[in-house]
């Protein structure tokens, strides 16, 4: 954040620069004269005046070179030429820049969403849970009862103890799914700040031995796309990836792609394939022998959680690296 200070003050001097080395040639050269307004009116853009630095920076120099050519030279054209093509650049750049704020923004708005979803169903399996415990209070209540009239209502206490017996099994079930939505709710919470959700994926239809095996989650990608983000976290998984491949001493590798089940299949098990084949690529361009890497789309075939939430629908959301051992060390 500390550059763009500096770098404001640099385009700001540019940009006196080129008013104070134009300012009587403006009103005259009518191409100065749109390039200027154009540019001008970039940098009050409230919206992308601080975007795109760089190439707005370029541009206001381009418009000073311009202002310093006569009318009448043999530079005025290329001078020209570049400064519609500096200016046209700057704007592009802003814009392009605002874009990729506004989906990281959205990105962030997608995992509040989910980690808010995971909330709410906690306390819905804990409201659960308290009026189960309540009803099974009650039974309790009743059977104490029932058990002074022992002899005169023996067969109605035989009905209540069974149905103490479900009462009870029903909480023991609503306890278990408020302990387990617990636990989605924290890795959620830790996959929000660490960038990456841990799971356990199955084993992979392949015939060879199964190695050891990493995992890179679907948030690595592009939301529906097989195209890697470029944020930190993002990148310093990939390369921990590729240091685990390059550790694997020559053994054949074996990269799975897996999607959860919301959609059209084939679509689902064509991105699959997509994002399988993007690990590849990476794998190929840091030196590993494409010969060694199989890639395979598995499509929704191996979820490793439910389809049924949000979280676990998250977690099916894959790719799997995978180091095979020979059959015959």
């Given at each position: 954040?500390?550059?763009?200070?500096?770098?404001?003050?640099?385009?700001?001097?540019?940009?006196?620069?080129?008013?104070?080395?134009?300012?009587?040639?403006?009103?005259?050269?009518?191409?100065?004269?749109?390039?200027?307004?154009?540019?001008?009116?970039?940098?009050?853009?409230?919206?992308?005046?601080?975007?795109?630095?760089?190439?707005?920076?370029?541009?206001?120099?381009?418009?000073?070179?311009?202002?310093?050519?006569?009318?009448?030279?043999?530079?005025?054209?290329?001078?020209?030429?570049?400064?519609?093509?500096?200016?046209?650049?700057?704007?592009?750049?802003?814009?392009?820049?605002?874009?990729?704020?506004?989906?990281?923004?959205?990105?962030?708005?997608?995992?509040?969403?989910?980690?808010?979803?995971?909330?709410?169903?906690a306390d819905q399996a804990?409201?659960?849970?308290?009026?189960?415990?309540?009803?099974?209070?009650?039974?309790?209540?009743?059977?104490?009862?029932?058990?002074?009239?022992?002899?005169?209502?023996?067969?109605?206490?035989?009905?209540?103890?069974?149905?103490?017996?479900?009462?009870?099994?029903?909480?023991?079930?609503?306890?278990?799914?408020?302990?387990?939505?617990?636990?989605?709710?924290?890795?959620?919470?830790?996959?929000?700040?660490?960038?990456?959700?841990?799971?356990?994926?199955?084993?992979?239809?392949?015939?060879?031995?199964?190695?050891?095996?990493?995992?890179?989650?679907?948030?690595?990608?592009?939301?529906?796309?097989?195209?890697?983000?470029?944020?930190e976290s993002t990148r310093?998984?990939?390369?921990?990836?590729?240091?685990?491949?390059?550790?694997?001493?020559?053994?054949?590798?074996?990269?799975?792609?897996?999607?959860?089940?919301?959609?059209?299949?084939?679509?689902?098990?064509?991105?699959?394939?997509?994002?399988?084949?993007?690990?590849?690529?990476?794998?190929?361009?840091?030196?590993?022998?494409?010969?060694?890497?199989?890639?395979?789309?598995?499509?929704?075939?191996?979820?490793?959680?439910?389809?049924?939430?949000?979280?676990?629908?998250?977690?099916?959301?894959?790719?799997?690296?995978?180091?095979?051992?020979?059959?015959?060390?």
């Open positions: 954040m500390s550059r763009l200070p500096i770098c404001a003050a640099v385009i700001f001097g540019a940009l006196v620069a080129t008013q104070a080395a134009a300012a009587g040639d403006v009103s005259k050269d009518p191409d100065l004269q749109r390039l200027s307004g154009e540019l001008a009116q970039l940098d009050a853009d409230p919206s992308l005046g601080q975007l795109g630095d760089a190439d707005r920076l370029k541009a206001h120099q381009a418009l000073d070179e311009l202002a310093q050519t006569s009318s009448h030279s043999l530079d005025r054209a290329q001078a020209l030429y570049i400064a519609e093509r500096r200016v046209a650049a700057a704007q592009f750049a802003a814009q392009a820049d605002l874009a990729e704020r506004q989906l990281e923004q959205l990105d962030r708005e997608h995992d509040r969403i989910l980690l808010e979803a995971s909330r709410r169903d804990r409201q659960e849970a308290e009026r189960l415990r309540l009803q099974n209070t009650a039974r309790d209540e009743e059977a104490q009862r029932a058990a002074a009239e022992r002899e005169a209502q023996a067969q109605q206490a035989a009905g209540i103890a069974s149905n103490e017996s479900d009462q009870a099994h029903a909480l023991a079930e609503a306890r278990a799914r408020e302990a387990a939505l617990a636990q989605q709710e924290a890795a959620l919470s830790a996959g929000i700040s660490m960038g990456a959700t841990p799971a356990k994926s199955q084993p992979p239809p392949a015939r060879e031995p199964r190695g050891p095996s990493m995992l890179l989650s679907g948030a690595a990608f592009m939301p529906g796309r097989a195209i890697l983000r470029t944020d310093t998984r990939v390369k921990a990836l590729v240091a685990f491949v390059l550790a694997s001493a020559g053994a054949m590798i074996r990269v799975e792609g897996h999607t959860d089940n919301q959609g059209n299949p084939q679509a689902n098990l064509s991105l699959s394939q997509q994002r399988a084949d993007a690990i590849k690529d990476v794998l190929r361009a840091a030196g590993i022998p494409a010969s060694r890497v199989q890639a395979i789309g598995l499509g929704a075939e191996q979820p490793v959680a439910s389809n049924a939430t949000p979280q676990g629908r998250e977690r099916n959301r894959r790719v799997e690296v995978i180091v095979l051992r020979s059959a015959n060390p």
